[in-house]
């Protein structure tokens, strides 16, 4: 497996079976307790036949091999970044949701009926309640929306007020201006044939596919037509100004004693573009996605996990939704959370 954004596939091959088995018992009892695992604990759990002496042997072997690290000399193990892909690839099982969590989650996106922003809004709110860690919802691209109805409304002489309703029911609004005056009633013509031409057509398809009707010989076109040409194309001429929501950055925050450590990560938290790119580097991928650790590109994130899905409309991939928490996080509670608030989420899209 490469890349950042790490899929939950089982790789090929695992440690050899004492490695392996005392490599699990540790990530989990260090999950469990945030307390380092020590061979004579580790002996009294497992049942393996063999002495602390050789069990410490395994556990100086899979520290040399990166799974392990030692916080002090004295203390025991705990899992490297490294020790936690392992555990998330190899020794992992997820727990089943409750059919009790299941019907919070399809009740928080059902209830938010106020369009998009609402939907997306109460997502990340919950994504954060359920887990108790920092919720993350990244807005669709802009680009890969699919066109429900644009429409016109002349508010000056030559401004012209623009909606535009995709049918994920994300509103874009914009004004423009135009260089001849537009009767209202020719505003509407031109609305009701675009939206007769490109409805349901991602929104990038119906810019370009005007930019080519622009591009071509205006002897073509009779004075009404190029006015209708030149309107569309300032209408679909849109920035990739995306939104990012972010909930629980408290959660986060009582992981962490170091205050810098702490401010670094919460200044972080504010850099949109920074975090909806590193949301997007899993978009083309299936299934839920997990970043652990130094697998994270962003530096001040990397004591962190990131825990992620797609959500999507009739087939095409809208945007991501997620958590970051500590890298000791119970993987197996969370991740099904994620896919199931994903799937939630993309069914309350598709019916609104």
């Given at each position: 497996m490469t890349g950042n954004n790490q899929s939950?596939?089982?790789?090929?091959?695992?440690?050899?079976?004492?490695?392996?088995?005392?490599?699990?018992?540790?990530?989990?009892?260090?999950?469990?307790?945030?307390?380092?695992?020590?061979?004579?604990?580790?002996?009294?759990?497992?049942?393996?036949?063999?002495?602390?002496?050789?069990?410490?042997?395994?556990?100086?072997?899979?520290?040399?091999?990166?799974?392990?690290?030692?916080?002090?000399?004295?203390?025991?193990?705990?899992p490297t970044y490294k020790g936690y892909r392992y555990f998330v690839d190899i020794c992992m099982g997820q727990t089943p949701l409750s059919t009790e969590v299941k019907r919070v989650i399809e009740q928080a996106v059902r209830e938010s009926s106020q369009g998009l922003v609402s939907l997306l809004t109460s997502t990340c709110q919950l994504l954060a309640g359920l887990t108790q860690f920092t919720g993350i919802v990244a807005s669709p691209r802009i680009s890969q929306t699919r066109l429900r109805k644009v429409e016109f409304l002349k508010i000056e002489e030559r401004r012209i007020y623009v909606v535009l309703i995709t049918q994920s029911n994300m509103v874009l609004h914009k004004i423009i201006e135009v260089s001849e005056t537009l009767s209202q009633d020719f505003l509407n013509s031109v609305s009701a044939s675009l939206n007769r031409q490109f409805e349901t057509e991602p929104l990038d398809d119906v810019r370009e596919q005007v930019l080519q009707s622009l591009s071509e010989s205006h002897e073509k076109y009779n004075q009404l037509l190029a006015q209708a040409v030149r309107l569309s194309r300032k209408a679909f001429d849109l920035t990739e100004e995306r939104q990012l929501y972010v909930d629980g950055q408290s959660f986060i925050v009582k992981e962490f004693n170091d205050i810098e450590k702490i401010q670094r990560l919460l200044e972080t938290l504010e850099e949109k573009i920074t975090l909806i790119g590193l949301m997007d580097n899993g978009m083309d991928e299936e299934g839920v996605q997990v970043t652990i650790g130094e697998e994270n590109p962003i530096t001040d994130l990397q004591t962190c996990s990131l825990i992620t899905a797609n959500y999507s409309n009739g087939g095409i991939v809208l945007g991501s939704i997620g958590i970051l928490g500590p890298t000791r996080m119970d993987y197996s509670r969370v991740i099904p959370i994620i896919d199931y608030t994903a799937k939630a989420l993309s069914e309350a899209i598709a019916n609104q």
């Open positions: 939950l596939k089982k790789p090929a091959a695992s440690l050899e079976d004492r490695f392996h088995k005392i490599l699990c018992v540790i990530v989990q009892s260090y999950i469990e307790t945030t307390e380092p695992v020590g061979s004579r604990s580790l002996s009294k759990i497992l049942d393996l036949g063999i002495s602390p002496a050789t069990i410490r042997n395994i556990m100086a072997d899979l520290t040399e091999q990166g799974f392990l690290e030692q916080p002090h000399t004295s203390a025991g193990r705990v």
